[in-house]
């Protein structure tokens, strides 16, 4: 049994690299690329596009090889997908660099789908095989903290590492890099020490079985019907998903605006301080009551939110450093307990259905997040705070200004994260206990 266990912490360990450096290298490459087409057409749309293509086909995907991921051996699963990412890598290289003349859209944004649908592949199998790896509670409480909180780690920082690579080495030191996150994931499943024991299929669970007949739909009401723990996985999933995407892209255009550039350093240290001692807070004592931490740490960031929106927090500089600190202190802890609530719906091996359902929820949520807030913004906040009737006391504690319609905006998603956390709060308690 411990040889096993030594054997399942190599094999998780070496995946998570080589899982880290494939998402890190997709998610650079998609901002560098979309940068790049920016840069050339000058056409804003067109980097909007890369983003929704792979948002989509991360979506499409997930139906498709959900069920069917547990019959399936998960080695050759990974490998298989990140071969398909280098290649569709070399086709990107012999379509960019072919020539001084700008490549017809559609074949690209094509390839990128495929490239996509490749990663999503990648980590619905990484992340339904962490409870077949650790059987052991607090083990697999660490292993889902490590994937989750890189993992949303790599969202925040890939936007600034694909403009700075885009920028100093060009379109060939992205696509560069991309390739190259794909080959070392590839070696890193290779190298990984797999067990037959890791991807056997179990027939413990009645419950659960003719699953991987069930569509998807079904198997969504199946789990919100019988289970509390799943109504507040897939509410709070949503929620967190959505608010955070505006976040991603609110916060940098807010600092910009009412800030300047030179904040933007300082901010980012700051927030990587809170981060970090939100991972090591999380490995060693929260994750391990993290249904009781979980919906509180929400409901903090929601007013750290909440205050964005307010002009006397917003030229508080001390409170305002001290805002993004706790924020980022939060994100690998609410992270990490979404991937634990998960992990707890099902047996481990009937898992990649049920991350399907999740990642579905997920990746809709911020696609719909990216799409609508700019205009949310622009179309909405803006003309509201030029109304001339609003009381005076609401526009002093609202502010005017560069700026305050994005703060404004941030408010109002610190509101969807409370009423959210405040609507599931029963449904979580109810499963303390058990």
């Known amino acids: 049994m411990n040889l096993l266990a030594d054997k399942a912490k ?58 069917r991921l547990a019959q399936w051996s998960r080695k050759r699963v990974m490998l298989i997908s990140n071969a398909i990412g280098a290649l569709c890598t070399i086709a990107f290289a012999g379509l960019l660099l072919q020539g001084d003349a700008i490549p017809l859209l559609l074949p690209l944004l094509l390839l990128q789908a495929i490239a996509a649908m490749a990663e999503a592949t990648l980590i619905l199998s990484f992340s339904s095989l962490i409870p077949i790896l650790f059987v052991d509670k607090d083990s697999l409480i660490r292993a889902n903290g490590l994937f989750a909180s890189t993992d949303s780690l790599i969202l925040a920082l890939a936007p600034f590492l694909g403009t700075w690579l885009s920028g100093l080495l060009g379109l060939k030191g992205v696509l560069a890099l991309d390739g190259l996150s794909f080959l070392l994931a590839l ?29 998807h739909l079904k198997m969504l009401k199946q789990l919100w019907t019988r289970f509390p723990l799943a109504k507040v996985a897939l509410v709070m999933t949503s929620a967190i998903a959505f608010s955070y ?11 910009a605006v009412s800030y300047g550039t030179s904040h933007m350093a300082l901010v980012i240290f700051v927030a990587f301080i809170g981060y970090g001692f939100g991972l090591l807070a999380w490995q060693k004592s929260l994750g391990f009551q993290w249904k009781r931490i979980w919906l509180n740490m929400v409901f903090i960031q929601a007013l750290v939110l909440m205050g964005a929106g307010l002009q006397f927090f917003a030229s508080q ?66 003309p509201i705070l030029t109304w001339q009737n609003f009381p005076y006391w609401l526009k002093l504690s609202l502010g005017t200004g560069d700026g305050r319609a994005i703060a404004v905006t941030l408010g109002a998603m610190g509101w969807v994260l409370l009423l959210s956390s405040i609507n599931q709060k029963k449904n979580l308690h109810s499963t303390i206990y058990k």
């Open 245 to 255: 995407a505006a976040t991603e892209v609110l916060f940098p255009a807010w600092v």
């Open 317 to 382: 500089e001390f409170i305002w450093f001290l805002g993004v600190l706790i924020f980022s202190f939060g994100l690998p802890i609410v992270m990490s307990s979404v991937q634990q609530a998960w992990s707890q719906l099902a047996p481990p091996e009937d898992l990649p259905g049920i991350y399907a359902i999740r990642y579905t929820f997920e990746w809709s949520a911020r696609l719909i997040a990216f799409i609508t807030i700019s205009l949310v913004v622009d179309q909405v906040i803006q």
């Open 10 to 67: 190599k094999t998780f360990l070496l995946l998570w690299i080589g899982q880290l450096i494939s998402n890190l290298g997709t998610q650079t490459s998609l901002y560098g690329i979309g940068l790049w087409f920016f840069a050339n057409t000058q056409r804003l749309m067109d980097f909007a596009l890369v983003a929704l293509t792979v948002q989509l086909a991360r979506i499409i995907v997930l139906p498709l090889i959900g069920v």
């Open 187 to 215: 070696i890193f499943v290779l190298a990984a020490p797999w067990s037959p024991q890791f991807t056997r299929l179990s027939k413990k669970s009645a419950a659960w079985n003719g699953f991987q007949t069930i569509k």
